[in-house]
T-cell receptor, first 115, second 113 residues
Framework: GAVVSQHPSWVICKSGTSVKIECRSLDFQATTMFWYRQFPKQSLMLMATSNEGSKATYEQGVEKDKFLINHASLTLSTLTVTSAHPEDSSFYIC???????????FGEGSWLTVV | GENVEQHPSTLSVQEGDSAVIKCTYSDSASNYFPWYKQELGKGPQLIIDIRSNVGEKKDQRIAVTLNKTAKHFSLHITETQPEDSAVYFCAAIMGGGADGLTFGKGTHLIIQP
């Protein structure tokens, strides 16, 4: 199957700093990438949808100035958590939809811990 | 928007028995229904999917059925094995649309040896 790579897989940062998470589609082009957040023992919550070359669309309740998303190419999207706080600690997962169909593949996720 | 309900939240079966997880969706425009398996600390892995022009799809021990009229779809795992233990999520999406997947709340499948 198609491969979506996320980096870093885990990161610890101090309160008030910013951290960037990358999502790459390794063997296919992705017109659309999605960012999810998942708390322990819960389902995935869609945060935002990003389309290559345009601004991301954020779900209700997600602060766009706090969670900056950039989808600069058909194979790369980044999520930057700005001025991170402990409550931002979570498992962040990206997914990508290939240009050739509707199949959506997920990355392995990134654990963020804010201390 | 779309709303996906998934049942049960926890399912325990004996190794070798079958497991069935059921989902319902609300948006009749949804036409793509994937199932994901998520192991602890990892991202979801696509295990099987079905599109609205098909009623059933099978891949070895895994099958998915779709009833468009009733707006529900199910995952069937036969001859369960210990490595099938994981959390399974159903999802729905309108193909070709710009929206992301709407997930069910997940089912924790436990295979008892």
């Amino acid at each position: 199957g198609a491969v979506v790579s996320q980096h870093p897989s885990w990161v610890i940062c101090k309160s008030g700093t910013s951290v960037k998470i990358e999502c790459r589609s390794l063997d296919f082009q992705a017109t659309t990438m999605f960012w999810y957040r998942q708390f322990p023992k819960q389902s995935l919550m869609l945060m935002a949808t990003s389309n290559e070359g345009s601004k991301a669309t954020y779900e209700q309740g997600v602060e766009k100035d706090k969670f900056l998303i950039n989808h600069a190419s058909l194979t790369l999207s980044t999520l930057t958590v700005t001025s991170a706080h402990p409550e931002d600690s979570s498992f962040y997962i990206c997914s990508a939809r290939s240009t050739s169909g509707n199949t959506i593949y997920f990355g392995e996720g990134s654990w963020l811990t804010v201390v | 928007g779309e709303n996906v309900e998934q049942h049960p939240s926890t399912l325990s079966v004996q190794e070798g028995d079958s497991a069935v997880i059921k989902c319902t969706y609300s948006d009749s425009a949804s036409n793509y229904f994937p199932w994901y398996k998520q192991e602890l600390g990892k991202g979801p892995q696509l295990i099987i999917d079905i599109r609205s022009n098909v009623g059933e799809k099978k891949d070895q021990r895994i099958a998915v059925t779709l009833n468009k009229t009733a707006k529900h779809f199910s995952l069937h795992i036969t001859e369960t094995q210990p490595e099938d233990s994981a959390v399974y999520f159903c999802a729905a999406i309108m193909g070709g649309g710009a929206d992301g997947l709407t997930f069910g709340k997940g089912t924790h499948l436990i295979i008892q040896p």
